[in-house]
Structure formats: structure tokens, C-alpha cells
């Protein structure tokens, strides 16, 4: 590999890194695969790119490519590489949960509206849920219905709490 071939699969990662930052995954795996092919598969960064195209694959949306590169990651010479991949492997295989539809929120499309339509202001009202209780207010209680008999043990407490303080600047003299 000639340093000006690096050189460019350097740039064509930082490119594909940013890309992939920004949400622009197509151009991420684009910039990626490419660095990928100008680099050594063996190598260190060859199996940073690597693993970061597997993110790509995955967000544009390719599970299948990424789950194939992932697992030809696990044999990878470098340990921390191959590690990364069978954790990413284990991640990517995992069975999808299907969401309640209550957990998720619709964005309309305003790119869809037409121009009288995009001047028109939505007020949003908060949802009234049925299960939801006002917020618990204090109870007052009447000092005169406490039963106030049983609080000796308090003044027994004191007692021996002022009696080891005393004991305590008694000994220090």
C-alpha cells in the first residue's frame, strides 16, 4: 500500500465519519466502503473503517450486509476489532420488539402543506389521562387528638445523651 493510496482512505474515513454524524448514511457507506477497499483488511484501521461501515450498513438500512461484514470482523487479528464485532454481531442479531403505538408520536409532513395551509397555527392541548390522580395534598392534624403519653422514652433519651456528654467533657479534664 503506497502512502498516497493511505492518504486518501484516511480521508475518504474522516469524510464517511462526518457523513455518517450528520445523518447522511448513503454517503457514509459510500466514503467507507471505499476507504475500506483502499486499505488493508489486516490492519488496525482497516478494522476501525470496518467497523464503522457496519454502523453505516445498519443505519442506511442494509441489517444484511451489516450482520455479513460483522461476522467476517469476529476473525479479525486485532482483539479489541474482533471484540467490538461479536458485541455489535450479538446486538444486530437481536430479535426486534414490536413498540405500543402509544409510545410513539406521528410528525406530520409539513413539506406536504401547501402555503395557506403552512400559515395556519396549531395549539397543542395536553393529553387528559384517565388513570391520573391530582397530586396529594397534605393532611392536617389536629394536635389536640395526639396522644402525647407514650413519648417518655424521648425525655429517657435525652437523659442519657446529656449524661454521656457530661461524662465525656469529665474525662477530658
Known amino acids: 500500500m503506497s502512502a498516497e493510496s493511505l492518504e486518501i482512505a484516511k480521508a475518504r474515513y474522516q469524510t464517511g465519519k462526518v457523513a455518517l454524524e450528520n445523518g447522511q448514511y448513503r454517503e457514509a457507506v459510500d466514503n ?8 488493508a483488511r489486516n490492519s488496525r484501521l482497516g478494522g476501525e473503517i470496518d467497523m464503522l461501515l457496519v454502523t453505516a450498513y445498519e443505519a442506511a438500512g442494509r441489517t444484511e450486509d451489516a450482520i ?7 476473525r ?4 479489541e476489532t474482533s471484540k467490538q464485532a461479536r458485541q455489535l454481531l450479538y446486538i444486530l442479531q437481536a430479535p426486534k420488539l414490536r413498540r405500543p403505538s402509544e409510545w410513539m408520536t406521528e410528525i406530520p409532513d409539513l413539506g406536504a402543506l401547501s402555503d395557506n395551509e403552512s400559515k395556519v397555527h396549531v395549539t397543542l392541548k395536553p393529553r387528559e389521562s384517565s388513570g391520573k390522580k391530582p397530586p396529594n395534598q397534605p393532611e392536617f392534624v389536629d394536635l ?6 407514650d ?11 446529656g449524661l454521656m456528654l457530661w461524662y465525656l467533657v469529665w474525662m477530658s479534664f
Open 32 to 39: 467507507l466502503e471505499k476507504a475500506s477497499a483502499l486499505m
Open 68 to 74: 455479513a461484514l460483522c461476522q467476517q470482523l469476529q
Open 144 to 149: 389536640s387528638q395526639v396522644n402525647t403519653s
Open 151 to 161: 413519648n417518655r422514652f424521648i425525655w429517657l433519651g435525652l437523659i442519657v445523651i
Open 76 to 79: 479479525h487479528p486485532f482483539f
